[in-house]
């Protein structure tokens, strides 16, 4: 595994240069990216998860670079509009609601509260009170800067930034530690005529590359995963019918919020992204319930701000390949597959690969097992979000066009029907060891579309209401104080770069 080459740039392809020449070193490997300034790269996932600063500490990397580096601004969650019927609102936030009490999760107590809450202030029906990241968000104010007192609320956060800044910028910290840029398209892939293995992959121009582990991080193509080594795609459409994509930036208006917002629209959904610079805008739709020239249309019509370049369509199949890791050719970012950006989650799904490829790295021969460890971890998280994605469509109440009627009413898969089942006659969640979505995601979306349990667990029942409002109360207390003490979120922004006062 002396020479690994990287087909493609982009998000994917820069991360992966990024990270190996980070933790391989210099000279024990030679890592070459090949990328051509003629196949343009999808950059419109520009909105993250928290995973992410787990991959930038990997790479000594620090939130202060990646704002001055990629026009970023912060982000603490995700709100959603009109999912569960028209004029409603909810926030799925990256943190936990409250504390766990008497041995079982906080949600427990709140529901109990809210069961009764023609007794107790009606507010309790709000849990976003109980957590940091939504009460912030509503206020627009963030920092990095955590408290000392370990009674203190944490605040998680991920990032909205330039996709193609990012890749740049995790070009120049990869090709200052040993990779080697090709500027080049692939014309022919030569491959091992008794192994089927990709040996060499030869350029317009006579120039050849050869390697030992190849990266596909081509795209939707799939240049060697799919085009060359056939290793076929598992379509989820049945279950995710959107399959085009308008993206198109528009001009700033407002200071940035500090999160995410995705429309509910009449055949999908519209999402919002503050960067510094712009505000990054897009129509996720199902061509079968509304026409692409319609879909563009009003997608421009409901900017908040002018629109910076003529809309970007996207063609797409929710799924994944059947083997991302098939002979010696791995595939990452969209080569692997595609979950629509409803969660933010494809910018994780290839850093997942890529530290699952690091953990299994083979140091000579690759063995069957290897690729079939990843392709299973892999396979299973692809499972995981994608249900997960399901429920915002499945949960609703809308029936207002034929797009949230076949939604409401399609069939969906027996591993999200036995959540669902478990959530709605228990309230309990049992998570797995590879569920990127934990108990507290899962209970925000859920109870953000409507859905609550028919039971409360019987600890939460033994309790004295008295006692669990007065806890309910002060726990409300504490994040309301702590998200007060927060700076605008703006005002951070401009401190971190030098443009305002320190913080």
């Not at 990270?19 to 990216?33: E, I, P």
């Amino acid at each position: 595994m002396k020479n690994i080459v990287i087909v493609g740039g982009g998000t994917a392809g820069w991360m992966a240069a990024a990270a190996l020449s980070r933790v391989l070193g210099k000279g024990r490997h030679n890592l070459t990216l090949i990328e051509s300034d003629d196949i343009g790269t999808v950059g419109v996932g520009e909105a993250t998860i928290p995973m992410i600063d787990f991959f930038h500490k990997v790479l000594g990397v620090t939130p202060v670079d990646i704002l001055r580096e990629t026009e970023a601004t912060f982000k603490l969650g995700i709100e959603f509009v009109d999912w569960r019927k028209p004029g409603h609102r909810y926030f799925h936030p990256f943190g936990n609601y409250g504390t766990d009490m008497g041995g079982i999760g906080f949600r427990q107590h709140w529901l109990r509260m809210a069961r009764l809450t023609d007794q107790w202030d009606h507010r309790l029906w709000d849990h976003g009170l109980y957590n940091l990241e939504t009460i912030a968000a509503r206020a627009e104010r963030f920092s990095l800067i955590q408290p000392k007192d370990p009674g203190q609320p944490r605040l998680n956060h991920a990032y909205h930034f330039d996709a193609s800044l990012y890749a740049q910028f995790l070009s120049r910290y990869g090709q200052a530690r040993g990779v080697t840029r090709i500027e080049g398209l692939i014309e022919r892939v030569e491959q091992n005529p008794d192994t089927g293995d990709v040996e060499c992959l030869h350029l317009r121009g006579g120039e050849s590359v050869s390697g030992d582990l190849f990266l596909d991080c081509s795209g939707f193509r799939g240049l060697l995963i799919e085009q060359t080594l056939k290793a076929g795609y598992e379509d989820w459409s049945h279950w995710l019918p959107c399959n085009r994509a308008f993206a198109v930036p528009s001009a700033r208006v407002a200071p940035p919020l500090p999160y995410t917002r995705a429309t509910a629209r009449e055949a999908g959904w519209q999402w919002r992204i503050p960067l510094q610079h712009r505000t990054g805008n897009g129509y996720v739709f199902c061509d079968g319930f509304i026409a692409e020239d319609d879909a563009r249309e009003r997608l421009l019509s409901r900017l908040d701000g002018e629109p910076l370049a003529e809309p970007r369509l996207l063609k797409f199949t929710t799924g994944h390949r059947r083997k991302m890791w098939d002979k010696n050719v791995i595939a990452l970012g969209l080569s692997s597959g595609f979950l629509e950006p409803l969660e933010s989650t494809s910018i994780h799904l290839a850093q997942s690969a890529l530290t699952r490829l690091i953990t299994l790295l083979p140091a000579g021969e690759i063995a069957p097992r290897i690729r079939d460890t990843f392709n299973g971890l892999m396979r299973t998280e692809y499972e995981h979000v994608r249900d997960f994605i399901i429920a915002h469509y499945k949960i609703t109440e809308r029936d207002d066009t034929p797009f949230w009627k076949h939604c409401r009413n399609m069939p969906i898969p027996d591993s999200l029907r036995a959540r669902l089942d478990l959530f709605s006659e228990h309230g309990v969640f049992i998570e797995d060891t590879h569920d990127l979505f934990k108990d507290a995601n899962w209970f925000s979306v859920l109870a953000g579309q409507g859905m609550y349990p028919n039971a409360v667990h019987p600890i939460a029942e033994s309790f004295d209401p008295r006692d669990t409002g007065a806890r309910l109360a002060q726990i409300q207390d504490v994040i309301a104080r702590r998200a007060d003490a927060l700076p605008p979120h703006q005002e951070f922004i401009d401190s971190c770069l030098g443009k305002g006062r320190p913080i």
